[in-house]
């Protein structure tokens, strides 16, 4: 028989608040869902915090959300699937999200687009066989007046030519090629 100082020592503290895998980032999920009251209408506002607290969109997650919610997994899938910003794949080291809303794309931001998925050789939606570059695409990032807007790893770029865009990445991409370089034992 345990004695009550065993039974203690062997009693797994959790908080209310913490999530039983031990993984902080579901607390930005599950603090969403409280606002929401875990309300079904919360769907595509959990998807977003649960993308910014991820990177993406993993099955398990969705799994979770749609028990969570009480949502069918079906139109979980729906509502990820449907709207472009998220993506179900981990996103590289750095991240290029070109704007497809009415503005962006009235500028010419198809062509943005295009020419950085030729430059960099990586698919749209995708990232690069390094993992350090992913290039991806959202309706609409809230700054109509600057179309065509990129916003390179969160920093919003306005008035953007396929030019422009194209050496924004690579000065990011030179950098990394220095450390790299730097890392190096000479
Ligand atoms: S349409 Fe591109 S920022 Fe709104």
């Avoid at 009480?70 to 981990?90: C, M």
């Avoid at 809303?101 to 010419?108: E, L, Q, R, Y």
């Avoid at 194209?166 to 450390?179: C, F, G, H, N, P």
């Amino acid at each position: 028989m345990k004695n009550s100082s065993e039974s203690q020592a062997n009693k797994k503290h959790f908080n209310s608040s913490d999530h039983p895998s031990g993984d902080e980032r579901f607390k930005v999920i599950d603090r969403t869902m409280k606002r929401f009251d875990f309300e079904k209408d919360a769907l595509l506002e959990v998807l977003h915090a649960t993308q910014e607290s991820f990177g993406f969109l993993s099955n398990d997650l969705l799994i979770y959300i749609s028990s969570q919610l009480r949502v069918p997994l079906s139109q979980v899938y729906g509502v990820a699937t449907f709207y472009h910003s998220f993506t179900f794949e981990p996103l590289g080291k750095h991240n290029c999200i070109i704007c497809t809303g009415t503005a962006c794309h009235v500028k010419g931001s198809a062509t943005i687009t295009q020419a950085l998925s030729e430059q960099f050789e990586v698919p749209i939606g995708k990232t690069t066989e390094d993992g350090l570059f992913s290039l991806t695409t959202a309706r609409c990032l809230g700054s109509c007046g600057l179309a065509p807007v990129a916003v390179l790893d969160g920093e919003v770029h306005g008035r953007q030519s396929p030019q422009s865009t194209i050496s924004l990445v690579k000065d990011i991409l030179a950098r990394e090629t220095e450390v790299l370089e730097q890392g190096e034992p000479g």
